[in-house]
């Protein structure tokens, strides 16, 4: 069974920084798109940023050259370092994967992300 687990969430000032990590416990995870979405109570799903199989990146907008995604296909990993921090960036964090364009998608339950003074 597909399992997609997130953590690294927690709670931070503004400025402040946070990197949030995700296992897939998947077969050949080299081949797989890997994404970051976020939710905000009351709100909907948003996309953060993608990644591709073979390392093309993409970012929303708003990310404005903070956050950074990565993944390590050894270890299966997924990973968004965020810096500077603000208010609106509180939410649920949730990890996604999918085989290829058109596979697919697996999520994990989330990591929650505050941001207050």
């Known amino acids: 069974q597909v399992q997609v687990v997130e953590s690294g969430g927690g709670l931070v000032q503004p400025g402040g920084s946070l990197t949030l990590s995700c296992k897939a416990s998947?077969?050949?995870?080299?081949?797989?798109?890997v994404a970051w979405f976020r939710q905000a109570p009351g709100k909907q799903r948003e996309l953060v940023a993608t990644m591709s199989d073979v390392g093309n990146i993409n970012y929303e907008d708003f990310v404005a050259g903070r956050f950074t995604i990565s993944r390590d296909n050894t270890k299966k990993m997924v990973y968004l370092q965020m810096n500077s921090l603000n208010p609106e960036d509180t939410a649920v964090y949730h990890c996604?994967?999918?085989?290829?364009?058109?596979?697919?998608?697996?999520w994990g339950q989330g990591t929650q992300v505050t941001v207050s003074s």
């Open positions: 996604s994967i999918r085989r290829g364009a058109l596979g697919t998608s697996y």
């Open positions: 998947v077969s050949i995870f080299s081949s797989y798109y």
